[in-house]
């Protein structure tokens, strides 16, 4: 489970005055409290959404009233999330024998970012605070008794947690001893003993990541050395000794998934590469050897980096491959899932199901249906008698005969590269009608990409009688190396050239108003906003920046301290500073320095605890342009992060967007 991204990945009301003032003396705000917009502006703001809508912002962006659902190893209970009437999700416990309903965690002032099961008596969650992104791991009974904080110390985050079966230990990575680089440490998750398994020494070419076997031995490791090549080294296991099995570049891939635990060789491995390939693939491996046994699964349009193994019970047997290509894809290997994926495809057909969770012997499985129509919806499907059976409606009040769809599209750029994306059509635009555009670029933006299912904001959009185009741009993962690093030091620029095509395409199908085109993202979305504003300023009628970059050489100098290893690499996907060509470059990408061409309506959002993007790159464009006599409407959340996880502020966010839009489109 990677608990945090380790290079971007990527997700309170401010009121008055008096109490900013308030709180103020209790503790300085991160940025500029001053800047911030009054509680009269947005709600002045949020008014502009009129009109005898069948849907509110809360059917789309209020949690649902349960979620979540988990089996116990010995599927003897269910846990899953429920929501009490001030928003927080607590984690019950169901005893499925006796139907006995058990609280187990309590969700307080921050959220339960996840949770799961670590044995059949004991739960884990992971909390950060209000966003801050240094994540603890908590452990508890499932009747929420002999709760520990297995990470106490201060400042740290964790950068994986690996649960070892059938023991009471957890294997952990997090920066302890150096805030910049992670070590591995041995976990009880009944007494919290802590155990250091091994020394990460060399900042300057610190260890990256740890292999470990499903018994917890450190099996192998992998070295960044000087920020962009890349070791894997091995354990002999008849020496103890470890070798080094291969050096590639950054932009190359060559990741253990796991060990074949079904095959007799202790050396051998599922494996993810794209060396000797633009596209990445799974290949079984013999790491001592350092040989290719088999090539097990490629496809020549989409990267494939993901599969499912069964557990003891049958042996670590492979179940399926699976990718994201024009939609999500599943491949059947083993006999039990052919059987599982046949049945489960004759029941929900063009729909996409997963397995979200099951018992140790894969006696009961949750299934998780969805579709770009659907939320979502659990089935209990019994492998014994084959049969399925509703669980749970994540979202009852979105019929999906109201929904509108999501169509894959292709197209060619301007230098013709192909490029592929989605756009989603209100029923005004299906029948016909040319209707208001937001375009809606993903954040990353490298190794991202936006796929094909039910979204929230695409669909409350719809209910507006808006379309969303969303556009896999150059720089963009899974459509192999070559696509992606053709995106490399073209951030602003093709990148955003891309986008831009991808708006005509739209235009010349007959979908859009041209007139009516608005520019909205988070992250790197929303520096895609900025510079959409700046680059084509005629092209969009407003734009809302939510936690995006704005200039820069400030974006860099404030990377927190674990993302400083990987800091060559940024030079090489957006620009070297260093070098002075590309300072220039990255000084005319940089909207905070361009803010004279913007001239159409901006809206700027931003979580105030964020530690990738930091606040002060919201605050240095609102004071900016509003320098300039740019009135700037400026939504800041004292309790978020990178994005807003709490409810309240969700929903407020999306209405004061739906607000902005219409009060600019109906300009």
Not at 21 to 33: E, W
Not at 551 to 558: A, V
């Amino acid at each position: 489970m990677n608990l945090n991204s380790k290079i971007l990945g990527i997700t309170q009301v401010v009121i008055t005055s008096l109490m900013m003032n308030a709180q103020t003396t209790d503790k300085k705000l991160p940025g500029d409290p001053t800047l911030v917009s009054s509680k009269a502006t947005i709600e002045k703001l949020i008014s502009y959404d009129k009109g005898n809508f069948k849907y509110k912002v809360e059917d789309y962006f209020a949690r649902p009233k349960a979620s979540q659902f988990k089996l116990s190893p010995d599927g003897q209970y269910l846990s899953y999330k429920e929501k009490d009437k001030d928003s927080k999700n607590h984690v019950y416990v169901k005893d499925l024998k006796s139907g006995e309903i058990t609280k187990a965690l309590v969700e307080k002032d921050d959220l339960i970012r996840s949770y799961g099961w670590l044995d059949k008596k004991r739960l884990f969650y992971t909390q950060d605070k209000g966003g801050n992104e240094n994540i603890h791991l908590y452990a508890a009974d499932i009747d929420g008794k002999n709760l520990k904080d297995l990470t106490p110390f201060e400042g740290i985050t964790l950068n994986s947690v690996r649960l070892i079966k059938d023991t009471e230990f957890v294997i952990v990575s997090m920066n302890k001893n150096n805030k910049q680089i992670f070590e591995p440490y041995k976990i009880n998750f009944n007494t919290g003993e802590i155990t250091q398994l091994y020394e990460n020494k060399d900042v300057k070419s610190p260890i990256d990541d740890y292999l470990f076997d499903r018994q917890g031995n450190l099996r192998g490791y992998t070295i960044l050395e000087n920020g962009l090549t890349t070791k894997l080294y091995y354990k002999d296991l008849q020496t103890g000794k470890f070798n080094l099995v291969k050096s590639t570049d950054w932009k190359d891939t060559f990741s253990v998934i796991g060990f074949n635990d079904n095959s007799k060789n202790k050396d051998e491995v599922y494996l993810v590469t794209n060396i000797g390939s633009d596209k990445s693939r799974i290949v079984l491996y013999d790491l001592k050897k350092n040989a290719i046994i088999k090539e097990v699964y490629s496809n020549p349009t989409f990267d494939v980096s993901s599969i499912a193994q069964a557990g003891k019970s049958r042996n670590y047997e492979l179940d399926y491959i699976s990718y994201n290509g024009i939609k999500n894809e599943t491949i059947p290997v083993s006999k039990f899932y052919k059987e599982i994926h046949d049945k489960l495809t004759s029941e929900f057909g063009d729909k996409q199901f997963g397995i979200a969770s099951s018992d140790d012997k894969n006696e009961k499985l949750l299934v998780v249906v969805d579709s770009d129509k659907l939320y979502g919806k659990y089935y209990e499907y019994d492998t014994k008698t084959k049969t399925t059976k509703l669980l749970f409606d994540l979202m009852p009040q979105l019929k999906e005969e109201d929904m509108a769809e999501m169509r894959p599209i292709e197209f060619k750029s301007r230098d013709g590269l192909t490029i592929h994306g989605y756009i989603t059509l209100p029923k005004a635009a299906t029948n016909g009608e040319k209707v208001p555009l937001i375009v809606n670029p993903h954040g990353g933006p490298q190794g991202i990409r936006d796929d094909w299912g039910f979204n929230p904001e695409t669909q409350l959009f719809a209910s507006r009688g808006y379309a969303t185009l969303q556009v896999n741009f150059r720089i963009s993962g899974g459509y192999g190396k070559e696509f992606q690093t053709s995106g490399y030091k073209q951030i602003g620029r093709k990148a955003m050239d891309d986008v831009e095509d991808g708006v005509k395409y739209a235009i010349s199908q007959g979908w859009v108003d041209k007139d009516k085109v608005a520019i909205y993202g988070g992250s790197h979305g929303g520096y895609a906003t900025l510079m959409g504003l700046i680059k084509t300023p005629d092209l969009y009628s407003c734009g809302v920046d939510y936690v995006g970059v704005s200039n820069i050489f400030t974006f860099f100098d404030s990377f927190p301290e674990y993302w400083k290893p990987y800091k060559e690499m940024v030079k090489q996907i957006w620009y070297d500073l260093d070098n002075p060509e590309e300072a220039k470059i990255a000084k005319e990408v940089s909207p905070v320095f361009q803010i004279d061409k913007i001239k159409k309506p901006l809206f700027v959002v931003q979580g105030a605890n964020d530690p990738r993007v930091n606040i002060n790159e919201s605050d240095q464009i609102v004071k900016a342009l509003r320098s300039k006599g740019f009135e700037v409407p400026y939504m800041v959340k004292y309790d978020e992060g990178h994005g807003f996880g709490k409810e309240p502020n969700r929903i407020e966010f999306y209405k004061s967007m739906l607000g902005f839009f219409a009060e600019n489109f109906n300009k």
